[in-house]
């Protein structure tokens, strides 16, 4: 489980933020270790990641914040925060509520796979997304 930070904010201030105020993301399975997507992060995203214990990302392509699973439900409860050597990446094992963490119904991101020179499908769509995304 994460702790939660004091008050004060300067814990935020150990990331090295883009340009645009943001750090990458990986959601990793606490328990299989499989990355199950990429998403953005900017300080107060992290905050209210650390205060809420539930993944809150940055969308760029709607230029707002985003609580993982706010529409499908497909909550990421955060076990534990990591930041990596170059304190440029941010690596969260969380526990995927639904199993699904992809937006195409599938449990992860990466899906396909580079094999005899093209991308193929290696994982099956668990739910249809028309039946989660009203």
Not at 14 to 24: A, H, M
Not at 62 to 87: F, M, N, T
Not at 94 to 102: R, S
Not at 109 to 120: L, V
């Amino acid at each position: 489980m994460i702790s939660r930070a004091d008050n004060g904010q300067a814990w935020l201030d150990e990331i090295k933020w883009t340009q645009e105020g943001l750090c990458p993301v990986i959601a990793q399975d606490h328990q299989s270790r499989r990355v199950l997507m990429f998403a953005w992060m900017n300080r107060e995203a992290l905050a209210l990641t650390v205060q809420e214990g539930y993944a809150v990302y940055w969308s760029r392509s709607r230029q707002k914040l985003w609580r993982k699973g706010e529409e499908s439900g497909h909550r990421q409860k955060v076990i534990a925060i990591q930041l990596d050597c170059d304190e440029d990446v941010l690596l969260l094992a969380i526990e995927q509520e639904g199993g699904i963490a992809c937006h195409t119904g599938r449990h992860s991101c990466f899906y396909r796979q580079w094999t005899d020179g093209q991308w193929q499908t290696i994982e099956p769509v668990l739910k249809d997304p028309g039946s989660i995304y009203k």
